[in-house]
């Protein structure tokens, strides 16, 4: 069965440090893989998915596949990026029903 | 162009109640969505409709749960009678194509005493 794992409840970060937010996937095949954001008061938006290989408001993600791994990152963690982030996977093939994680809440402080 | 709609934002009822949450999709997106957040847990998919198809209802949790998307245009799902464990946020998605990015609504916030 397909499941993805984010660890950490809570990441607590200073502005201007690094932000890693670890996202883990069981899968047996080559899924897509996606992070959503929820800002306070703000319904949960799409940030990146991982066949766009973007960077978007200074974060990317890389999937490994050897680790099947999604982590998020940023160099330098703005105040402005506090929010909840999902990480998400959608099966290949047809269909479009998105297995989420649990969920990370990232909090940047002055 | 409108987001993802959904009524009402919050609802309270008492176990054994009907109620009725709606979602009102972007306009032109076939596929539509409706997922859900129990306290603590991640967000699971229920089901998913193209136009006025079920496509998947893998998720939906039993049968007191019951969805409609007569139309093709907005969805509702009934809740017939609630229970305790119905508790959580209910969020409905549209997309335009079955591969395409899904929007979400700001959900609806359902608690039953």
């Known amino acids: 069965a397909q499941r993805v794992t984010q660890p950490e409840k809570l990441l607590s970060v200073f502005k201007g440090a690094p932000v890693e937010l670890k996202c883990n996937y069981s899968?047996?095949?080559?899924?897509?893989l996606f992070w959503y954001v929820q800002y306070s008061r703000q319904r949960l938006q799409l940030l990146l998915r991982h066949i766009s290989r973007e960077s978007i408001k200074g974060f990317t993600a890389d999937l490994n596949k050897g680790e099947t791994s999604f982590h998020l990152k940023k160099p330098f963690a703005q105040e402005e990026d506090s929010a909840m982030y999902y990480c998400a996977l959608r099966p290949p093939g047809g269909g479009n029903k998105l297995t989420f994680g649990t969920g990370t809440q990232l909090k940047v402080e002055l | 162009e409108a987001g993802v709609t959904q009524f009402p934002s919050h609802s309270v009822i008492e176990k054994g109640q009907t109620v009725t949450l709606r979602c009102d999709p972007i306009s032109g997106h076939d596929n539509l969505y409706w997922y859900r957040r129990v306290m603590g847990k991640e967000i699971k998919f229920l089901l998913h409709f193209v136009k006025e198809s079920k496509q998947d209802e893998s998720g939906m949790p039993n049968n007191r749960f019951l969805a409609e998307r007569t139309g093709g245009t907005y969805s509702t799902l009934k809740v017939q009678p609630a229970e305790l464990e119905d508790s959580g946020v209910y969020f409905c998605?549209?997309?335009?194509?079955?591969?395409?990015?899904?929007?979400f609504g700001d959900g609806t916030r359902l608690s039953i005493l």
């Open positions: 998605a549209s997309s335009r194509g079955g591969n395409q990015p899904q929007h």
């Open positions: 899968y047996s095949g080559s899924p897509e």
